[in-house]
């Protein structure tokens, strides 16, 4: 954390593409800096620079380490000043704290109805776009003036009455709107801390739950449901029943939330990030439940938004596609075994992620790895399976969930048991075994291989054929049961076996 914080001039710099820098140089010059002003040297050192380097600039600006924490300061300051001249045009909630702002300078001058006015007009900006909390301030802001002055607000008939009562209204619904929040990242966390339902004690203790907030989810007094507070219950519930392993109610409630922009048109250019994660998700449990047609039809509309070069995407933005675009496509791609595609897309991505075209977080990054690491090892080409595979393996403890790590271990004894390693097989089922016996995560499937292998290790060649077919027989007994498929998505030992 200490790095992180330490860097942050560094890796705001270095994010910056060829506008935003231009147009920093002329927000600074504009201000009355030169090119040789410090803080604008300061940048240009920091540009040009493979990585953060401290200890380079202090020595190649020739100033105290006081006088870089200082300028760094400033310049990090300026950047983002800059930045927000750029994005007030693009984002809506920018330019009404703006209005909000000029009212205030407005409203120190004196000019109480000038201040007025300029809420007004940002008071229909911000309920046209469903700008709750922003709306909130702007009536609070107008009843502080109303109450503290005498304005023409007071000859028109029933003005102050509508204004207390919108202010009452729209009270309620932040209140609404961030208690649906709370239920929805409540019902995640239930699942990030405990997982699937597996036992009927668990699915009961889970229903339990989930009834327990249901006043707080049908809750809505004298008001309508919000497009937020509707994505929010429907994102609920879609956790909910992911969690019981209902992937097909999991998928419906994914559908309402996509369903709720395809009502409010305007909200995809509002929420993309949103709009992109509704999209993934129907994808994703489309996926689970094996339903190409509908993987194929969300895959084209993730592309579709993402290619738009109408929509101006921001950086976060164009991220979140890039990252759910690949990783439907390789859904796409599985569910249609189509291997030279699969091989063609890992390559694809391993490109553009050396080029520095792509780079998700660590954990998307490892989802992407093993999904590269699956399609090569349908391939056949072992060898570059297992390089994908260590570098999943190797990464921090605690970034990747415990099922990804699970499944990369499992096809690294796969890809060595191929490679005719058997010493090493050997020597790492050991600690699979107790990874299996100590995670909630693990299938049956999971234990199934590594019991299978451990026995085919034993038995001379000529023998493997009679075992392989008992693994499939007993792989198509799981089938039927959710947390099985879900496992064997990820994990496709169905082919593996076949090739034998």
Same mark, same amino acid.
């Given at each position: ?114 201040? !007025?006015? #300029? &809420? @007004? +007009?940002?008071? $229909? ?9 922003? %709306? ?123 369903? !709720?922009? #395809? &009502? @409010? +048109?305007?909200? $995809? ?9 509704? %999209? ?123 099922? !990804?790590?699970?499944?990369? +271990? ?91």
């Amino acid at each position: 954390m200490p790095n992180a914080i330490k860097h942050q001039l560094y890796r705001l710099i270095k994010s910056l593409n060829k506008a935003e820098k231009r147009n920093f140089k002329l927000y600074a010059t504009r201000a009355g800096a030169t090119e040789n002003n410090k803080f604008i040297q300061l940048f240009d050192v920091i540009d040009r620079l493979r990585g953060p380097d401290d200890a380079a600039v202090i020595n190649r600006m020739q100033i105290s380490k006081g006088q870089f924490s200082n300028l760094k300061r400033h310049l990090y300051q300026q950047v983002l000043t800059s930045l927000r001249l750029i994005y007030i045009k693009k984002e809506v909630d920018i330019q009404l704290r703006e209005q909000i702002d000029f009212a205030r300078i407005l409203y120190g001058k004196g000019h109480y109805l000038d201040a !007025l006015r #300029t &809420l @007004e +007009r940002a008071r $229909t900006q911000a309920a046209e776009h469903n700008q709750e909390l922003i %709306l909130f301030e702007i009536l609070e802001f107008q009843k502080l003036i109303e109450a503290r002055h005498i304005t023409l607000s007071r000859q028109i008939q029933n003005k102050m009455d509508l204004l207390l009562k919108e202010s009452t209204e729209q009270s309620q619904r932040v209140v609404n709107t961030s208690d649906l929040f709370n239920v929805n990242i409540q019902i995640h966390g239930l699942y990030i801390e405990h997982g699937h339902g597996r036992t009927e004690a668990e699915r009961r203790d889970n229903e339990a739950f989930w009834i327990d907030l249901q006043p707080r989810l049908e809750e809505q007094g004298r008001i309508h449901y919000t497009f937020h507070q509707k994505a929010n219950r429907y994102q609920a519930a879609m956790w909910f029943h992911y969690i019981q392993l209902n992937f097909y109610e999991a998928q419906a409630a994914a559908v309402n939330v996509y369903t !709720l922009f #395809t &009502l @409010e +048109r305007q909200m $995809t250019l509002k929420d993309p990030d949103l709009y992109l994660r509704s %999209l993934y998700y129907v994808a994703m449990f489309a996926y689970l439940n094996e339903d190409l047609r509908m993987v194929q039809r969300y895959e084209g509309r993730i592309q579709k938004f993402v290619e738009d070069d109408n929509i101006h995407l921001n950086e976060n933005s164009r991220h979140i596609g890039q990252v759910y675009a690949y990783l439907t496509g390789f859904n796409r791609r599985f569910l249609e075994a189509d291997v030279p595609a699969l091989t063609t897309l890992s390559d694809e991505i391993l490109a553009a992620n050396a080029a520095g075209d792509f780079r998700p977080n660590a954990h998307r990054w490892g989802i992407c790895l093993y999904k590269c690491a699956a399609a090569r090892f349908l391939s056949g080409d072992y060898n570059a399976t297992l390089d994908q595979l260590n570098d999943i393996i190797n990464m921090r403890t605690g970034i990747l969930r415990e099922d !990804l790590l699970i499944n990369a +271990r499992i096809l690294h004894a796969l890809c060595n048991f191929e490679l005719g390693n058997y010493a090493l097989v050997d020597y790492h089922l050991t600690g699979l075994t107790r990874l299996l016996r100590r995670s909630r995560e693990a299938a049956i499937v999971h234990k199934l291989v590594v019991n299978g292998l451990r026995r085919l290790l034993k038995l001379p060649l000529a023998e493997h054929k009679p075992e392989y077919e008992r693994m499939m027989a007993e792989l198509k007994d799981l089938r039927g049961e959710a947390f099985e498929r879900k496992a064997l998505s990820y994990l496709d030992l169905g082919r593996w076996l076949a090739l034998h």
